[in-house]
Structures are given as structure tokens and as C-alpha cells.
């Protein structure tokens, strides 16, 4: 499992805009998007999920830093970083996978493997239960308040704080 990746910006004033989908090439499971009590949309299973699966790969474009940079300024993105040179836009050419929320108490996990961000099952999900990972900004970002309503949250999507 890798270490290094953080979600560095989820989309804002998603509700209201046209449902948005799962791109079944990169699920491995039925999945929904649906509107979340934790954030805009979620992600929820259509099936159960055994632990320890893939469930579904982010996708996007590909972005230096520096494009990365310009994108924040727009209303709706979805920032993974891989590493300090590698960063993915689910916002353009997303399996659907972006709008999976954070939690503090997660029942996804993420690996990376040869520059594809992979989301896994870290126990059995049952069908209709939103799927979550946690989002681990960094630190020294902005401190973002968290929603997940997790009994364990810690407050702050990002650790540490």
C-alpha cells in the first residue's frame, strides 16, 4: 500500500447538476452514485463487496504540478497526487471513482501500482453502503473540516490537525 498519495481537492456544489456515473470499465463491482449525507454526491455499492477486492480505479488526466496549480482555481476538480510529479483530474475522463467521499473511518483503502490509483476493499461492504477512503491531505494544507460523521472522526481531513 502506498504511503505517499494524498486527494488534494474534491468538487463543491455538486448537487443540482444531472447525476453523475460510474464508468464500468474500471469497476469491478455494480456501483451507484447517488447524493451523500457526507458531501454531494457518494459512491454506494449495487452489490456486496467482499474485503480485501478492487472496487473501482481512478481515472482522469494526467497533470504536471504546475497544471495541476491552475486547475484549483476552477469551481469543480477532482486532484489525486500520485507522487511530486504525477497528479490525476478525475474531473476529466473520471471512472466515477472521484466522487467517492472521505472518512475517517473508511471501508476503502488505496494502492498504486504502476501509476494507476486503485481503491480496495479493506472489509466486506454491504450493498447500498457508501464507500469511502481516507483522503489524508497533507498536513501543511489548508485545514479542511470533515463531515464523515465517523464515532472516530478526528475533525480535520487532514491528519495530524
Avoid at 24 to 47: H, K, M, T
Avoid at 113 to 127: F, N, Q, V, Y
Amino acid at each position: 500500500m502506498a504511503d505517499n498519495w494524498t486527494v488534494v481537492a474534491y468538487a463543491v456544489g455538486r448537487r443540482g447538476q444531472e447525476t453523475p456515473g460510474i464508468d464500468p470499465r474500471y469497476a469491478r463491482f455494480r456501483l451507484n452514485v447517488a447524493a451523500s449525507r457526507i458531501q454531494g454526491w457518494g459512491v454506494f455499492a449495487g452489490e456486496a463487496i467482499p474485503a480485501r477486492r478492487k472496487v473501482i480505479e481512478y481515472t482522469g488526466e494526467r497533470l504536471t504540478p504546475e497544471e495541476a496549480q491552475e486547475r484549483l482555481l476552477r469551481p469543480q476538480h477532482y486532484l489525486f497526487v500520485i507522487n511530486d510529479n504525477l497528479i490525476v483530474d478525475g474531473a476529466v475522463n473520471g471512472s466515477g471513482a472521484q466522487y467517492i467521499n472521505h472518512s475517517c473511518d473508511p471501508n476503502l483503502c488505496i494502492q498504486v501500482a504502476k501509476g494507476h490509483i486503485l481503491l480496495m476493499s479493506l472489509r466486506a461492504i454491504e450493498p447500498g453502503e457508501e464507500l469511502s477512503y481516507d483522503y489524508r491531505f497533507r498536513p501543511s494544507a489548508l485545514r479542511n473540516v470533515c463531515s464523515c460523521g465517523a464515532p472516530n472522526c478526528r475533525g480535520s481531513i487532514n491528519p495530524g490537525l
